[in-house]
């Protein structure tokens, strides 16, 4: 079955930077989209940024400049690079491959001094 795996996220002081990872199986990775969410408490959860199979990639327009989408097929892994964060960017995130309903147990974000 499909299964997710992110890890990478922490505590993080404004302005600085981390990176996610996601790890998947259950399906062959290298044909599908993957995309990265996220949900901050009492919100709804929202798409940070996604990648084509073929890489192209597509964000939330807050994160735009700040935020970068890659994939590994060969490790069937995902990442997203954050840098400049803000304390709005604390959630905890997620990733999902396109077509599938499974959902990873998240990561957790937080930026703050």
């Known amino acids: 079955q499909v299964q997710l795996v992110e890890s990478g996220g922490g505590l993080v002081q404004p302005g600085g930077s981390l990176r996610l990872s996601c790890a998947a199986s259950?399906?062959?990775?290298?044909?599908?989209?993957m995309t990265w969410y996220r949900q901050a408490p009492g919100k709804q959860r929202e798409m940070v940024a996604s990648?084509?199979?073929?890489?192209?990639?597509n964000y939330l327009e807050s994160v735009k400049g700040r935020f970068t989408i890659s994939r590994d097929n060969g490790k069937n892994t995902v990442f997203l690079q954050m840098n400049s964060l803000k304390p709005e960017d604390t959630a905890v995130y997620y990733c999902?491959?396109?077509?599938?309903?499974?959902w990873g147990q998240g990561t957790q974000v937080t930026v703050s001094s």
């Open positions: 990648i084509t199979y073929g890489g192209s990639s």
């Open positions: 999902k491959a396109a077509a599938f309903l499974a």
């Open positions: 259950g399906f062959i990775f290298s044909r599908y989209s």
